[in-house]
């Protein structure tokens, strides 16, 4: 997560502005880690539990019913607070978020495979994905997911 969040050379991202998206995670099998819904903040650079518990089930439900998101180590969603991004940026607000999730998760991809381990993009359910990171997440909405973990086949990347 260091890696992946250290920024973006943007011009729409002034120096040590804040990040457009906010990270939240679901944990299904990471060494170290409890399974359970978490936040990562950023400027701290640390996870902060939400809630402990299984929740595999949800994380495939929530990324279009697609089991990959399940059988992921972790499910990372990128949700922005767009009210705030629209206001600051105007219309180029929606396209400023959804322009560093992808970056962002792109870079989650680079560590991944650097690491041997496995990545991929999905779509996800936008309104039920911020409802169950509630009430945190509050009036945000679902830019990108990625999830991340060791490929179920060997040899895949």
């Known amino acids: 997560m260091k890696w992946t969040t250290r920024g973006i050379p943007a011009d729409f991202l002034s120096a040590g502005a804040p990040q457009l998206n906010d990270i939240y995670l679901i944990v299904n099998a990471v060494d170290g880690l409890a399974s359970g819904a978490y936040f990562f903040d950023v400027a701290g650079q640390r ?40 206001g600051s940026l105007g219309n ?52 990108f997911l990625t999830a991340l973990g060791r490929p179920a086949k060997p040899g895949l990347t």
């Open 92 to 143: 180029r607000g929606y396209r400023a978020a959804q322009l560093e999730a992808g970056i962002l998760g792109g870079k989650m991809y680079l560590a991944s495979y650097a690491l041997r381990l496995g990545a991929t993009g999905l779509t996800f359910y936008d309104d039920e994905a911020v409802r169950f990171f509630s009430p945190h997440s509050g009036n945000k909405s679902a830019m």
């Open 47 to 86: 996870l902060k539990a939400l809630e402990l518990g299984d929740f595999r089930a949800q994380a495939a439900h929530l990324a279009l019913d697609q089991q990959l998101a399940g059988d992921a180590a972790v499910a990372v969603f990128f949700l922005a607070d767009l009210e705030r991004w629209l």
